[in-house]
């Protein structure tokens, strides 16, 4: 079974039509990309999702439970975490603190428990704080643990921003153009590096592109849409032959 | 292989915990020991300022939890402060003390009738103000965008205009009178205490860094799976509560409250306090709120008449203020994120900064 199931997904805001029947199955374990050109709706298919938006008709499934109409942070929770297209960090807390947050929905001690300073309160801190650890290793950003993310480099800032994410405990990993300002060497390492965190964390990836050959040489899978409109589906070699897709995508290039 | 190596970093932390934290503990004790002295030697109004100092901690760091923390504009202390303040006093009064008050309407049945001693009497105002925390954040938190500041200045408003009106509960204009004088320096400073080390534990614990990630990007906290609803709710709910207890504390301090005593301006003063002392730092907070307290009082020689020479220059009612506004628009211009910014103060920042004169930077 799929893992995300969209179905008949529709979005309007007032007379405009961002999205008309999208249809959209995931597979678990899948590499899945999202691709079209400006405006074409691709950020609104992930704010739908990601219960940032509520779509006008349709359904949205993780592993068959109904997202729609959950708040953002129940969606986060039932496992689907998400970067955004522009970088999106919290400018003054340090790089650990962005990956605590994270695991913050995962905390099982209350509020009054923490300030007490109860003994399983301090083991579940002190937990979150080795499992920060071990993620911010994993994903190279140990050495700059203190810092404010308002003060990292752009490359790390992306890199942050998924780490913050998968600190999330996410099956669905929703990706909004990660290599959107990388140059040629560092969108070779964030494909390895997508690559890696898939395997090591048996993650789900979609991701939103317009790097082409990022999207081609990682995707199982995609969806091209336009306008609102899917325009084509399928394996990478088989849509960029795609007649629609050359029209209305790489045709305008 | 990467430069961190977990069992270095641990032990040289837990030391410097170690350190720091009998260096804390040294200097609440001090602290506890000049309490002691100045209750027993010193003079009424020496003892009368230690308690407006240690009033002004509390609500000063309750401010900033809100405000600093959760990064909202709440305009309305004085309203939670007012509703404090009325509910322990008219808890506290004595029967015979209340009938003699409320001259032109009796006061209702079952408030007539109890008094209470003073600690269920503020723990009791502070539950009155949270539950109206609950009443006004609900509707507001619900929606995004910027109604706090709106909502809480109204109902700032509606608390002085009903304190007005309801006769049979405040007193109407008239106010309520002869409130027993706090007896012991303990009950300002333990509240001030129990405030400081709730909010401090708060803010640095996974519920605080959830509230700070609101204050930088809510939309990105909201889609790390931070119930935005819930945190603020909490911070708001909790500030009222304190704000509470604090009204309590100043009812008693001063002995006669009205309707308008608790006006925005004591709001609009204890936003200065947190601006200046560094949106965000608890212990920014607690030093601006001492300094303010003290140099009101310190200040007051500016208002008095006095020979320039050889001139009568009469005094200037209200000089302290303007003197107030200009020691905002100075730290505004020079120190920008206020005094700490969003640091907290920490002996091991103090210890560089006195060995180096070189600012260093503590961590959370």
């Not at chain 1, 496992?79 to 099982?108: C, K, P, S, Y």
């Not at chain 2, 000063?60 to 303040?85: D, E, K, R």
């Not at chain 2, 301090?253 to 309707?259: Q, W």
């Amino acid at each position: 079974m799929a893992l995300l199931e969209l179905r008949q997904v529709g979005m309007r805001f007032g007379g405009l039509l961002a999205l008309e029947d999208l249809n959209l199955e995931v597979p678990e374990g899948g590499l899945y990309g999202l691709i079209g050109p400006n405006g074409a709706g691709k950020t609104t298919v992930f704010n739908l999702i990601s219960g940032f938006l509520r779509p006008t008709s349709g359904s949205i499934r993780l592993s068959g439970t109904e997202l729609v109409g959950l708040p953002p942070h129940r969606i986060t929770a039932l496992g689907v975490a998400r970067t955004f297209q522009n970088i999106r960090l919290f400018g003054e807390l340090t790089v650990l603190d962005h990956v605590l947050v994270g695991q913050h929905l995962r905390g099982r001690a209350r509020w009054w428990q923490a300030v007490l300073g109860l003994p399983g309160a301090r083991r579940e801190a002190r937990e979150q704080e080795r499992r920060a650890w071990e993620l911010l290793t994993a994903v190279g950003l140990a050495e700059v643990a203190h810092e404010p993310a308002g003060q990292l480099p752009y490359g790390h800032q992306r890199r942050l921003e998924i780490a913050r994410a998968l600190a999330t405990g996410p099956r669905l990993l929703l990706l909004d153009e990660p290599a959107a300002g990388l140059n040629p060497q560092e969108t070779r390492e964030l494909m390895t590096f997508l690559q890696d965190i898939r395997r090591r964390y048996g993650l789900t990836l979609l991701l939103i592109e317009h790097n082409l050959p990022l999207v081609m040489g990682l995707c199982e899978h995609l969806t091209v849409l336009d306008h609102g409109l899917t325009i084509a589906q399928g394996p990478p070699a088989a849509v960029q032959k795609d007649p629609a897709v050359i029209r209305a995508y790489i045709g305008k290039r | 292989m990467r430069g961190w190596r977990p069992g270095v970093r641990a032990s040289s932390l837990a030391a410097l915990m170690t350190r720091s934290t009998w260096l804390t503990l040294a200097a609440m004790a001090l602290l506890a020991l000049c309490l002691a002295a100045a209750e027993r030697f010193g003079n009424e109004y020496q003892v009368r300022l230690l308690h407006n100092v240690a009033v002004f901690i509390t609500l000063a760091v309750s401010y900033h939890l809100i405000n600093g923390v959760c990064g909202q504009l709440h305009l309305g202390p004085n309203a939670f402060i007012t509703l404090g303040a009325y509910t322990a006093a008219l808890l506290t009064l004595t029967p015979a003390e209340k009938a003699a008050t409320f001259l032109l309407t009796p006061l209702i049945w079952p408030l007539r009738e109890v008094s209470l001693p003073l600690a269920p009497a503020l723990l009791a105002g502070g539950l009155v103000a949270a539950g109206f925390g609950v009443l006004t954040g609900f509707p507001v938190f619900r929606v995004r965008g910027d109604y706090l500041a709106i909502v809480t200045l109204g109902f700032g408003e509606v608390v002085r205009v009903a304190a007005n009106n309801l006769q049979g509960l405040t007193n109407g204009p008239l106010g309520l009178k002869g409130l027993h004088p706090l007896d012991s320096l303990w009950w300002s400073w333990g509240v001030a205490g129990l405030t400081v080390l709730v909010v401090h534990r708060l803010k640095n614990s996974s519920f605080g860094r959830a509230m700070q990630a609101i204050r930088e990007d809510e939309t990105a906290a909201r889609a790390m799976g931070v119930d935005a609803f819930r945190h603020l709710m909490l911070a708001y709910v909790l500030s009222a509560f304190f704000f509470g207890v604090g009204g309590g504390l100043l009812a008693h301090l001063i002995t006669t409250i009205s309707p308008g005593l608790f006006s925005f301006f004591l709001t609009f003063q204890l936003l200065i306090i947190i601006v200046v002392g560094g949106l965000g730092s608890t212990t920014g907070a607690v030093l601006s709120a001492v300094f303010f307290t003290l140099a009101g009082e310190w200040l007051r020689v500016v208002e008095e008449p006095r020979q320039v020479f050889g001139l009568m220059v009469p005094g200037i009612p209200g000089l302290r203020l303007v003197i107030f506004s200009l020691l905002l628009l100075l730290v505004i211009l020079f120190f920008r994120r206020g005094l700490l910014g969003r640091r907290e103060f920490s002996w091991a920042a103090l210890g560089a900064w006195l060995s180096g004169g070189r600012r260093s930077k503590s961590r959370g």
